[in-house]
């Protein structure tokens, strides 16, 4: 049987598949390390330099990992757990508790390395911890999302009707952005001038700082589940169709203009993206495990890496590249994880 | 074409809903679902940490926060909080085999229920099964004059734990079942003292399987005998406006065959126009042109309909609908229901 989408393109990387019995929540880089955070409490530590060795397991959390992000320092991982830990996790193996909230779920984490800042969220608190210490930031319904500007100075915390931006070095209260509905995952662009959040319902929101500008982007077919900026901040790359969604953000933003669409690969939803750190270039994982990258733009056809047609429950749910783009990560539902490096 | 199987359904989670006025005795029905030896593993969602006096690492707090979606469906409101536990609960590795729903006592079940068919994650890896609701036969008559959500509890029920029966006579309890019946028809109802009933009566029913409904209601086609008294005495009630703000049930009947275009049509325009009001509804139908039985349901205006097998040749074929709600039109109901015969 023919695999889905070959036609768009042949392998050209050098793909390392492992299986393990645990859903992939997360996966991020930092350094040359890869983390990847499982449903059975485990971090998994890749080393992007070497693909062929064995990942490092870190038993982090008695329960699932929920959320994970690159830690301050190199080479480290800060995960959340539904044992209510926060667990700094690094090589060979070593795991230690940042914070702990007895009986709760840590739902999400975020961190800024330039300004050491970590923040988790339980519920309807958000907690940040830096260097001025401790401080808690209560919010009126659960934390959908947390994302720290570029610059590391501004926090913001998406919850219904949502988001509320807070300075991280400056106590007061909170500026809200305000749209009816439930606020999930969001993300700055790199210019930090767009807060883009990814809603319940099948669609995004979006305000311009700089004038307040809203920005309704809707459509899509399936929820959205994952969104990047390109490394310019060009395009916002999305999830939530049978292709790549690329929301133009020259010029003036999406407002009233089309998306770009690329990457179909046979009809299954995108299920997540990567946005590649080095080039113009984005990878996309699919509902039926298939993963493929290519250049946003309708003629450059995309180039399917991964995938495994005969799985089952193998949605790709986690993506990442490494620092110098040429190594990709993906992992999905069932357990599956691809490494695929290009330098060939 | 491929050689492959087909790739198998994920499997999905059923979710038993547990409502109930304060102190009607949820809680100790929960602690038996804990503690008793039943052979399955269960993730309870409570309200009350608290009153759960168990430490189990499968009992998780919930917030109760509902809203609205943005889907151009008015009383469209589900809880987020359970989006994101459920999103949660399926990651684990350790899998458990139910989840188990605690709402507060003061909850309108709808939105809990119209999670389970509004989210895609939450629908693809769990399934409603019930909506289970604990009854005080004591107090229950006091609560529902001064309370709408005692009222939409039942209302809402697939099965019911008339609870305390020890503390009521025999006639009141008549009363009580009596009145139970005026407002929810369909549900299964238990007479039980500490809410002491046989697990299986109330975990794993199906009661939102399009394919169970007919077998949970055998005489469902032959409303009107049984348990379905009820419908000459609130003919009566009808009259009086004074009632019109109380939850009372209805069927409408037709005997012709039933057009599906016009069925579809009619039924979406009355859930979009009345859906407020309707809190649930549920019908068998007799579409012109299939040997099939058309099986429907909805709570409030998220409804769902498939055929479910063929009709058993003894059987009489016709159709008939059920509606749960306030303000219910019974004469517009039962001639837009005769205007869909084929």
Not at chain 1, 49 to 59: F, G, K, L, M, Y
Not at chain 2, 184 to 200: G, Y
Not at chain 2, 269 to 275: S, V, Y
């Amino acid at each position: 049987m023919a695999e889905k989408g070959e036609t768009a393109g042949k392998r050209r990387a050098k793909v390392v598949t492992r299986k393990y019995d645990a859903y992939v929540v997360a996966a991020h880089v930092n350094g040359r390390l890869f983390g990847v955070g499982f449903g059975d409490g485990n971090v998994r530590l890749v080393d992007s330099e070497n693909i062929d060795a064995d990942p490092t397991t870190v038993e982090a959390h008695n329960g699932a990992v929920l959320s994970l992000a690159p830690d301050i320092n190199p080479g480290f991982f800060l995960s959340g757990g539904d044992d209510g830990k926060v667990m700094r996790v690094g090589p060979p193996a070593v795991s230690e508790v940042i914070a702990e909230e007895k009986g709760r779920w840590i739902d999400h984490v975020t961190t800024h390395a330039d300004s050491g800042t970590r923040v988790y969220s339980v519920g309807k608190d958000a907690t940040i911890l830096n260097k001025k210490g401790v401080r808690k930031l209560k919010h009126p319904t659960g934390v959908g999302g947390l994302a720290i500007n570029p610059k590391g100075k501004r926090l913001a915390v998406s919850h219904y009707n949502g988001v509320s931006l807070w300075w991280l070095g400056a106590e007061g209260n909170a500026t809200v952005l305000e749209w009816k509905g439930s606020h999930l995952d969001l993300a700055w662009s790199p210019d930090g001038d767009y807060v883009i959040s990814i809603m319940q319902e099948n669609s995004l929101h979006g305000w311009r700082l700089s004038d307040n500008e809203h920005m309704r982007m809707t459509g899509y077919g399936a929820k959205v589940r994952s969104m990047a900026f390109t490394r310019r901040g060009h395009f916002l790359a999305t999830g939530g169709a049978d292709a790549i969604i690329c929301w133009p953000f020259t010029g003036g933003g999406p407002m009233g203009r089309a998306p770009l669409e690329f990457g179909y690969a046979g009809g299954a939803p995108v299920t997540a993206v990567a946005s590649n750190p080095r080039h113009d270039v984005l990878a996309a994982g699919f509902e039926d495990g298939t993963v493929l990258i290519g250049q946003p733009g309708p003629a450059t056809p995309a180039l399917i890496v991964m995938g495994n047609p005969s799985a089952q429950n193998c949605a790709v749910t986690a993506m990442v590249w490494n620092t110098d783009g040429d190594r990709l990560l993906a992992g999905c539902e069932d357990g599956t994880l691809h490494v695929a490096d290009f330098r060939l | 074409m491929s050689d492959t199987p087909a790739p198998a359904a994920l499997p999905q989670i059923p979710v038993t809903v547990l409502t109930g006025y304060l102190g009607a005795g949820k809680t100790t029905l929960l602690n038996r679902v804990l503690t008793e030896n039943h052979g399955k593993k269960y993730a309870v969602i409570v309200n009350e940490f608290g009153e759960i006096g168990i430490d189990n690492d499968l009992v998780v707090g919930a917030d109760e926060e509902v809203f609205e979606m943005n889907n151009g469906c008015i009383c469209c409101t589900v809880r987020g909080d359970l989006i994101r536990i459920i999103g949660g609960l399926i990651k684990r590795k350790d899998k458990f085999d139910a989840i188990l729903v605690e709402t507060t006592g003061l909850a309108d079940p709808a939105p809990v229920a119209q999670t389970f068919f509004t989210d895609d994650d939450v629908k693809k890896r769990t399934r409603l099964d019930s909506i289970v609701t604990v009854v005080d036969a004591k107090h229950v008559g006091l609560r529902l004059e001064d309370a709408d959500e005692a009222e939409e509890q039942i209302a809402f029920a697939d099965v019911i734990l008339l609870n305390k029966t020890d503390l009521v006579s025999k006639e009141e309890l008549a009363k009580i079942e009596a009145r139970i019946r005026t407002i929810n028809p369909f549900a299964k109802v238990h007479h039980t003292v500490r809410s002491n009933i046989d697990l299986d009566q109330i975990l794993d029913r199906g009661s939102f399987d399009l394919n169970r409904i007919i077998g949970l209601d055998p005489d469902f086609l032959e409303g009107g005998h049984d348990h379905h008294h009820h419908h000459g005495h609130h003919e009566k009630e009808g009259a009086n406006p004074l009632h019109d703000e109380e939850i009372r049930s209805l069927s409408v009947m037709l005997d012709k065959p039933v057009d599906p275009a016009k069925f579809s049509d009619w039924i979406s325009g009355l859930l979009l126009a009345e859906g407020q009001n309707i809190l649930r509804s549920k019908g068998i139908l007799n579409m012109a042109k299939s040997d099939q039985r058309y099986v429907f349901q909805a709570v409030h205006m998220v409804s769902e309909g498939s055929f479910t097998g063929p009709w058993p040749t003894k059987d009489k074929r016709k159709s008939r609908l059920v509606f749960i709600g306030r303000k219910l039109n019974e004469a517009a109901l039962r001639d837009g229901f005769a205007a869909c015969a084929a």
